[in-house]
């Protein structure tokens, strides 16, 4: 089935370091992703659309000077968080919208394993 | 926004066929109706989709009603390693590159030996 790396699984930093995640799609292009965080005990909350060589869209509420997103190829998107703080420790999630032979409303979106990520 | 309502918390016996409802009254003609789970601290495993026809695969079937403003998820035998939060999303169209998913709270299976 469809795969969707994501790049570091954890990490640890502190307070004030810029933080990068990659998410790779490994077989299929993808033309969009999607940045999802999640704390605990709590669904997931969709914070950007990442679209191949334009702007990320992102949601209400959610800092796009903060959370930096760049999806510079098919199979690569980033989002970057600057200037971390604790209350950025979460687990974030990317997904990859596989787009091969059907119309954009039958396409399921492929996740990754999540990065942890806590800021102290 | 979220556009389905799930029950919080369901159990099942192991073996026992696992049937998980969704409600989603506002969906639109073309919407699609999609399944995940999440195991914790993994990202949400892809289940199945469907639009107006009940659909079967290795993992699961889904029943969605005529009227399709529900679904059901079937896990025909399930075992110990099917506890994990479920969750039926609507397809939100929000833009021409999107298929944005807007994930609820969803259920939490567990399934009891």
Redesign the interface.
Known sequence: ?AV?S?HPSRVICKSGTSVKIECRSLDFQA??M?W?RQFPKQ????MA?S?EGSKA?YEQGVEKDKFLINHASLTLSTLTVTSAHPEDSS?Y?C?A?DPTGRD???????????T?LSIL | DAKTTQPPSMDCAEGRAANLPCNHSTISGNEYVYWYRQIHSQGPQYIIHGLKNNETNEMASLIITEDRKSSTLILPHATLRDTAVYYCIVRSLVSNTGNQFYFGTGTSLTVIP
Do not use: E, K
Request: aromatic share 14%; proline share 3%.
């Open positions: 089935g969707v994501q033309t969009t999607f999802y669904s997931l909350m969709l659309t679209n869209t687990f999630i997904s919208r954009l409303s039958n396409q399921p979106q492929h996740f990754g394993d999540g942890r």
